[in-house]
């Protein structure tokens, strides 16, 4: 099993910056985590990408975070980070960590909200 805890989450007004970490602990036998990311999930809205990163250091993002957000990761911690610019007030949602195997496994979602 993968266990994903997020922390960072907050207020913040428009313009400002973010980082959102998420801490992976792993326990029993799993196959090995090949991507980590994020979603993000806004009032009435459907669950999407934000921004995820693979093994072979390949990242990829949402068009509409493109240029302002940066994921990374040190896998020494198991952790994964979303860096966030240029907040605005679209980028309200709560965020959730994910890890992929041969399942994904989910964080609890952190509660991003950006004040205009």
């Known amino acids: 099993q993968v266990q994903l805890v997020e922390s960072g989450g907050g207020l913040v007004q428009a313009g400002g910056s973010l980082r959102l970490s998420c801490a992976a602990s792993f326990s029993g036998s799993i196959f090995s985590i090949n991507t980590m990311g994020w979603y993000r999930q806004a009032p009435g809205k459907q669950r999407e990408l934000v921004a995820r990163d693979t093994n072979d250091g390949t990242t990829s993002y949402a ?3 493109k240029g302002r957000f940066t994921i990374s990761r040190d896998n020494t911690k198991n952790t ?3 860096q966030m610019n240029s907040l605005t007030p679209e ?3 709560v965020y959730y960590c994910y890890a992929r195997s041969m399942v994904i496994y989910w964080g609890q979602g952190t509660q991003v909200t950006i004040s205009s």
Do not use: E, I, P
Request: proline share 0%.
């Open 63 to 65: 068009d509409s975070v």
């Open 80 to 82: 994964v980070y979303l």
């Open 91 to 93: 980028d309200t949602a």
